[in-house]
């Protein structure tokens, strides 16, 4: 949640009796511990940490709300959160004198057995189901909220085995989107046939 610092400006005073200073200077010394605990590894917690010379460095990035920056010009750069595309939440953001860039547009990805459907080696992200329908047909539901809506793009590849039979070799591979994050996976042969790759792997994108 939200938190404010208390912070007394123009304190120290030159002006001032040090024993007026002294309990608002405190209140300046707490309050600059605290804020820098914020997203930081403030003064004298490294030793609890993996590294013990990682004071000041970033636990986490917090942005404050959407704030798109004016034209940039190199070497100047800004990150920042902006409204998606595909949705009003916040999206990552990167501006340099080029333009503006979705730092990742990557949503979801799985490495899957192809008679199975079955991710292989753990190697999936926001997936949460892959269904084997039938040879070549294969249905995916991503995670709650991985994706906004239907407005997402399915990159697709397969493998097949070397010795694959004259006429089986996939020449098309395809996705029809049948939900807010579901789809369906198409494999079909030279023979016009749906017929299963040894392995495939699909990445979701959305801005």
């Known amino acids: 949640m939200p938190t404010t610092f208390s912070f007394n400006t123009g304190i120290p005073d030159a002006n001032n009796n ?3 200073d002294q309990p608002l200077m405190k209140i300046n010394n707490a309050s600059t511990y605290s804020i820098l605990q914020v997203d930081h590894v403030t003064f004298g917690s490294a ?9 000041g460095q970033h636990l986490q990035v917090t942005f404050n709300g959407k704030h798109v920056p004016a034209a940039q010009t190199d070497p100047l750069s800004v990150l920042y959160t902006d409204s998606g595309t595909a949705s009003t939440n916040s999206d990552l ?3 340099n004198q080029s333009g ?3 730092v990742s547009a990557l949503r979801a990805f799985a490495y899957v057995a192809g008679a199975t459907g079955t ?16 040879a070549g047909k294969f249905t995916v539901a991503l995670t709650a909220n991985a994706v906004s809506g239907t407005n997402f ?6 493998a097949l085995p070397n010795t694959a039979p004259v006429g089986t070799t996939i020449t098309n591979s395809g996705y029809t989107i049948t939900g807010a994050g579901t789809f ?24």
Not at 47 to 55: E, N, R
């Open 18 to 20: 040090p024993s007026a």
């Open 119 to 134: 991710v292989l080696g753990s190697q999936s992200f926001n997936v949460a189901t892959i269904t084997r329908v039938s």
């Open 47 to 55: 030793p609890a940490l993996p590294a013990a010379s990682s004071d």
């Open 184 to 207: 369906e996976l198409n494999f079909i042969n030279a023979l016009s046939a749906f017929f299963d790759p040894v392995t495939f792997t699909f990445q979701v994108l959305q801005v």
């Open 100 to 102: 503006t860039f979705p």
């Open 153 to 158: 793009i399915v990159m697709v590849n397969h």
């Open 93 to 95: 953001r990167f501006t």
